[in-house]
């Protein structure tokens, strides 16, 4: 089993779709988990921070479920714009400060 | 605020030479790490430093790589000799370290891409 794992897609939604992915990760030491958002070419950039209770920023929602291991990552309203690749990120155990990556989930909205 | 930098951008270079990477990370921030990305994959750590020392560098392959950070501000990744599996995106990052969990979130330069020919 891969440390953290995620759907490669693509997943392909219209305009105003909403689309969720998970993603599972294999420590159950894990404490810290992070979204990164990462365009063609580009540098990964920060999403959002994953935390126990849940968090919202806007169209974007991530929840932790602690009892099987994963993540998830909901946008509401997909825009053209949030066609990317989005990175699920867990500590590897707890304080370690050990970032492991997936190997993301491609999203394409379509017009 | 300015971001991480990362020099240089490309860099062609062929098969048995060196090559070097630079960083500077974004200012007050004490943790740096330096990541391999292949394309489709996910980054994947090289090494992390906190300030001037080397705190994990188990996934660095030290026959030919190599790295530092004097004075815990900017950093230096090496290849030598580069081979053509080396051929990826050397990204540098750079976060404010420890708790709380905001101060894990980490920052990437535009990375450099190496192609070994």
């Known amino acids: 089993r891969k440390e953290v794992e995620q759907d490669p897609g693509p997943f392909n939604v219209p305009e105003g779709a909403t689309v969720a992915f998970n993603c599972t990760y294999s420590?159950?030491?894990?404490?810290?988990f992070f979204w990164y958002r990462q365009d063609c070419r580009k540098e990964p950039k920060l999403l959002m921070s994953v935390y126990s209770s849940g968090n919202e920023d806007g169209r974007f929602t991530a929840q932790l479920n602690r009892a099987s291991q994963y993540i998830s990552l909901l946008i509401r309203d997909s825009k053209l714009s949030d066609s990317a690749t989005y990175l699920c990120?867990?500590?590897w155990g707890s304080g370690t400060y050990k970032y492991i990556f997936g190997t993301g989930t491609r999203l394409k909205v379509l017009a | 605020e300015a971001g991480v930098v990362q020099s240089p951008r490309y860099k062609i270079i062929e098969k048995k030479q060196p090559v070097a990477f630079w960083c500077n990370p974004i200012?007050?921030?004490?943790?740096l790490y330096w990541y391999l990305q292949n394309l489709g994959q996910g980054p994947e750590l090289l090494i992390r430093y906190e300030n001037e020392e080397a705190v994990d560098d188990s996934q660095l392959p030290k026959d030919r790589f190599s790295a530092e950070r004097l004075k815990g501000v900017d950093s230096t990744l090496k290849i030598q000799p580069a081979e053509l599996g080396d051929s990826a995106v050397y990204l540098c990052a750079s976060s404010r370290g420890a708790n709380p969990i905001s101060y894990n979130e980490q920052f990437f330069g535009p990375g450099t891409r190496l192609t070994v020919l």
């Open positions: 200012s007050g921030h004490n943790t």
């Open positions: 420590n159950s030491a894990s404490q810290s």
């Open positions: 990120v867990a500590e």
